[in-house]
């Protein structure tokens, strides 16, 4: 049998081209769903049929597969047992994999799809158990209307099994990284996102609290993680995590990404503020002021994709009292006492006391999530008061960002 090369060729290369799948799959496919259409319209459900396209010639052949067995790998039945009904099938022990033993029968003889190893040897000396036996089927001209249509479905099943492969392997490995794209849909809360060859899920609880999503809006993204096993899409993204503002700092900061400026620390409430620690091993270079640019235009650019998020770059320090100093920015501080347990005692000036404390105690609570410190912030005039909202515990772990090796 024949089929159309030209017509089947430049199908095979249209769509591998459009989903960026290797014409191999594609072929595949077509030659596993010609296989499933032959056996439903002419074949035994048990028997294994292959078909085989030649994208030289434009010749299609059928083949029925059967493996090689003998009475270790499959159960005989022997005329006692067929008479009378009874099953002794043989036992194979299994050691598991704590030691244990278990035991599992072994599969029945099916003539459908096996064939003894005495047997095929008669065909071919060399072949042994396992192997598999391959047998010409006659080939059919129409396979009709409801083989037809199988087919189809399953062409189109393993094309979007292969499309799904291909974008995992091509995302795998990305976690961490930004992605650019545009908002596709949004259901229940949750963002649909296309990222090119790909769609992308962004969870209700991974957008930036009160920003607003428009269909067809394009915005940068941060890839949490890239899932082989989910039926709904594999690569899930976030704008709320700590790490997307580190990214995007490294995207508009040459020195973080040739690190010479070196991201230590970062605390986020999204959508409200950031305090994020930098540092410099290299001398000369002034880790805040590379990060702020001039006139404030990086740390702006980083702000503007944020929603307008405020952003507090502060001068990380291995000192601890000058560190919790510097992360109360931007209010000055007088003194900096360190307790015991990673606590500290931090004294301003009266008239700085509110703006440590930051509206609804958020300047004070960022600082002690940056630092990892117990801060409680008191009155330079009123050392002895506790003030209520100035007292913060580090809960919320600090999230370090890893340096990653210079672009």
């Given at each position: 049998?024949?089929?159309?090369?030209?017509?089947?060729?430049?199908?095979?290369?249209?769509?591998?081209?459009?989903?960026?799948?290797?014409?191999?799959?594609?072929?595949?496919?077509?030659?596993?769903?010609?296989?499933?259409?032959?056996?439903?319209?002419?074949?035994?459900?048990?028997?294994?049929?292959?078909?085989?396209?030649?994208?030289?010639?434009?010749?299609?052949?059928?083949?029925?597969?059967?493996?090689?067995?003998?009475?270790?790998?499959?159960?005989?039945?022997?005329?006692?047992?067929?008479?009378?009904?009874?099953?002794?099938?043989?036992?194979?022990?299994?050691?598991?994999?704590?030691?244990?033993?278990?035991?599992?029968?072994?599969?029945?003889?099916?003539?459908?799809?096996?064939?003894?190893?005495?047997?095929?040897?008669?065909?071919?000396?060399?072949?042994?158990?396992?192997?598999?036996?391959?047998?010409?089927?006659?080939?059919?001209?129409?396979?009709?209307?409801?083989?037809?249509?199988?087919?189809?479905?399953?062409?189109?099943?393993?094309?979007?099994?292969?499309?799904?492969?291909?974008?995992?392997?091509e995302f795998k490995g990305r976690e961490g990284e930004i992605v650019s794209g545009t908002v596709q849909r949004i259901e229940r809360g949750n963002v649909y996102v296309d990222i090119g060859r790909a769609t992308a899920l962004m969870l209700y609880n991974e957008v930036i609290p009160g920003e607003h999503y428009r269909v067809g809006e394009r915005l940068k993204f941060y890839i949490v993680s890239v899932q082989e096993d989910s039926r709904m899409p594999g690569i899930l993204l976030s704008r709320s995590?700590?790490?997307?503002?580190?990214?995007?700092?490294?995207?508009?900061?040459?020195?973080?990404?040739?690190?010479?400026?070196?991201?230590?620390?970062?605390?986020?409430?999204?959508?409200?503020?950031?305090?994020?620690?930098?540092?410099?091993?290299?001398?000369?270079?002034?880790?805040?002021?590379?990060?702020?640019?001039?006139?404030?235009?990086?740390?702006?650019?980083?702000?503007?994709?944020?929603?307008?998020?405020?952003?507090?770059?502060?001068?990380?320090?291995?000192?601890?009292?000058?560190?919790?100093?510097?992360?109360?920015?931007?209010?000055?501080?007088?003194?900096?006492?360190?307790?015991?347990?990673?606590?500290?005692?931090?004294?301003?000036?009266?008239?700085?006391?509110?703006?440590?404390?930051?509206?609804?105690?958020?300047?004070?609570?960022?600082?002690?999530?940056?630092?990892?410190?117990?801060?409680?912030?008191?009155?330079?005039?009123?050392?002895?008061?506790?003030?209520?909202?100035?007292?913060?515990?580090?809960?919320?772990?600090?999230?370090?960002?890893?340096?990653?090796?210079?672009?």
């Amino acid at each position: 049998m024949l089929m159309d090369l030209k017509t089947i060729k430049k199908a095979i290369d249209q769509v591998a081209e459009e989903k960026g799948i290797d014409a191999g799959k594609v072929l595949e496919a077509i030659e596993s769903s010609i296989a499933a259409a032959y056996k439903k319209e002419y074949e035994k459900k048990g028997e294994i049929i292959k078909a085989g396209f030649d994208v030289k010639t434009g010749e299609l052949k059928f083949w029925q597969v059967k493996t090689v067995v003998d009475d270790t790998t499959v159960r005989l039945k022997d005329d006692e047992e067929e008479a009378d009904g009874t099953d002794t099938a043989p036992i194979v022990t299994v050691t598991a994999v704590d030691g244990g033993i278990a035991e599992a029968a072994l599969p029945r003889f099916n003539n459908d799809r096996h064939i003894l190893v005495e047997d095929a040897k008669k065909i071919k000396k060399s072949f042994a158990v396992g192997d598999e036996v391959e047998f010409p089927l006659e080939t059919k001209e129409e396979f009709g209307r409801i083989a037809a249509q199988a087919a189809k479905q399953v062409i189109l099943q393993r094309l979007r099994e292969a499309e799904r492969e291909s974008i995992i392997k091509e995302f795998k490995g990305r976690e961490g990284e930004i992605v650019s794209g545009t908002v596709q849909r949004i259901e229940r809360g949750n963002v649909y996102v296309d990222i090119g060859r790909a769609t992308a899920l962004m969870l209700y609880n991974e957008v930036i609290p009160g920003e607003h999503y428009r269909v067809g809006e394009r915005l940068k993204f941060y890839i949490v993680s890239v899932q082989e096993d989910s039926r709904m899409p594999g690569i899930l993204l976030s704008r709320s995590h700590p790490r997307f503002v580190t990214e995007l700092f490294r995207l508009e900061i040459p020195e973080i990404n040739d690190g010479s400026v070196e991201v230590k620390a970062i605390a986020r409430e999204p959508g409200s503020r950031t305090k994020i620690a930098v540092a410099s091993s290299v001398e000369g270079v002034d880790p805040v002021g590379s990060c702020v640019g001039q006139r404030g235009t990086r740390v702006m650019a980083v702000s503007n994709e944020l929603g307008q998020e405020k952003i507090d770059i502060i001068e990380w320090s291995e000192d601890p009292a000058r560190f919790i100093a510097s992360s109360l920015s931007p209010a000055e501080v007088e003194e900096v006492e360190v307790l015991q347990d990673h606590e500290a005692r931090v004294f301003v000036p009266h008239d700085q006391l509110s703006l440590a404390i930051g509206r609804a105690g958020q300047n004070v609570r960022l600082a002690a999530k940056l630092t990892g410190w117990k801060i409680d912030v008191r009155s330079r005039s009123n050392p002895e008061e506790e003030v209520e909202g100035g007292v913060a515990d580090a809960e919320v772990p600090t999230e370090e960002v890893e340096p990653t090796d210079a672009a």
